[in-house]
């Protein structure tokens, strides 16, 4: 996707990454991944926004002593840096070890629309 797109998604982005943010600080820790996985969602089509989720969802795999997560997510990292430019993403994955790198999902209606807000 192009740098316009990465643009474009910004502020829908960081209003995820500040909701993540305000979960942490009040011990909402599933609900701070929550919000990292609509960031995930958002961003998939940027290669920074989609590695910066994946870098998120790591350090937050490694505050709460999440193995798995933080395995999978050392996966998705790479996978990121290098599929991302060439358009190899599964639209609405969540970006979480729970779900298959490879698998789509249905995106909401709100990520739908701000998606496609950002690509025109």
Known sequence: MSARYQQKIRFVLLKEFILAKKARGAGHYQQEFNHLENAHVLGQHSTYWHNKAHCLMLLWAVRRSAKKEFAGQLLRIFGALTKTAIGLVPAGNTGGSNISPFKSLPL?????????RAQS
């Open 108 to 116: 909401s209606t709100q990520h739908a629309k701000a998606i496609a």
